[in-house]
Structure formats: C-alpha cells, structure tokens
C-alpha cells in the first residue's frame, strides 16, 4: 500500500472520529441542560427553602455544617436537594422517630391500631420519607447532567485532538512521494 493512500485513509478515519466526538458533545451538552433547567424547574416550583442563618435549626451539629452555606436560599439544584434531604428530613425524621424506620414504625402501628399518635407519626415519616425520596431522585438526576457536562468537555477536546492530527495527516500526505510504499524505510543520506 501506498504511503499517501495510507495517510489519507487514517486522517479520514480521524476526521469521521472528530466529527463523532463533536455530535456526542453537543448531544452531552445538551442533556446537561436538559437536566440542569428541569431539576431547577421542578425544585423552585415547590417553594422549599433552607432556614435562615443563625436559626436554631442550623445549629445542630448534624444539620448546620452541611447547610449553613445555603441559609435563606431557596432549594433549586441537586446539590441542595441532596443536602436538605440528607441533613435535614432526614436527621428530623430519626429524632422523630427515635431512630426507627417509616417500615419499622408503621409495624408497630399496625400492632396498635388504636395508638393515634402512633398513627400521626407514621403519617409525618410516610410524607418525610417520600419528600425526602423525591429530593434525592432530583439530586440523581442533576447528578447524570454533570457528569453529561464533563462527558460533553471531554468530548470536545477529543475532538479538538483528533482535528488537529487530521490537518497534520492531510499535510503530511500531500508531502509523501506517491511512489513511496508505508513499510519502505527511507534513504539515508
């Protein structure tokens, strides 16, 4: 095979690459703002927001460090969902509950089906595990869009990469003898 045939065939293959990685960029980047837009819709359409700073339910040790950065805001991203549902519904409903399970509590109700107040706790822990569930599928979900965002970044410099060999490819192809075969060593002065 010839050289030049072989050059143009892998600078080929590069730039069908290049143009792979930047259509699987944009599509990441997309699906990074699909995702990004939809949990911050979701989250600011239910009005959630952290106590304010220096409220006494920031002063927990299990709560305050890990909200104490978002006191005041209103919950509208993965990472505050995950943070609220992990360090706040959560450590709320342990204490309610005394460290007990919403399936573990609602056995003991069903055991006492005259117990009221047994039943109003398996109610608040029913409603608190659920919220919490949902704050944390949102936290999943903006998850996937950054990691779309670093796939898409990654993309694109591949892509870059492979653009730059492809223009070198094509250069060196135009300089190679049409003669000269790919496993011919070259003269030697």
Same mark, same amino acid.
């Given at each position: ?27 990441l ?20 927001f ?13 709560? %305050?460090?890990? /909200? $104490?950065? &978002? +006191? ?6 993965? *990472?505050?969902?995950? !943070?609220? =549902? ?19 509590v ?26 919490? %569930?949902?704050? /944390? $599928?949102? &936290? +999943?979900?903006?998850?996937f869009?950054?990691? *779309?965002?670093?796939? !898409?970044? =990654? ?35």
């Amino acid at each position: 095979m010839r050289r030049r045939t072989f050059d143009i065939i892998l600078t080929a293959v590069g730039a069908v690459l290049a143009a792979g990685l930047l259509i699987a960029g944009g599509l990441l980047t997309w699906g990074y703002n699909f995702a990004n837009d939809t949990v911050h819709d979701q989250l600011a359409a239910q009005q959630i927001f952290f106590p304010a700073k220096g409220s006494d339910a920031l002063k927990s040790g299990e709560i %305050g460090p890990y /909200l $104490n950065k &978002y +006191a005041g805001q209103q919950l509208t991203t993965g *990472a505050q969902a995950e !943070a609220y =549902a992990d360090h706040f519904i959560a450590i709320h409903l342990k204490e309610m509950a005394g460290g007990k399970t919403y399936a573990q509590v609602s056995t003991e109700a069903q055991a006492n089906p005259d117990d009221t107040k047994l039943a109003a706790t398996v109610q608040t822990l029913f409603r608190g595990e659920t919220l919490r %569930g949902m704050l /944390l $599928n949102a &936290y +999943a979900f903006w998850k996937f869009g950054q990691i *779309a965002l670093f796939s !898409a970044i =990654a993309s694109f410099a591949g892509a870059l990469a492979l653009l730059v060999l492809t223009i070198f490819g094509y250069r060196h192809a135009r300089k190679v003898s049409p003669e000269t075969d790919v496993f011919e060593k070259p003269a030697t002065a």
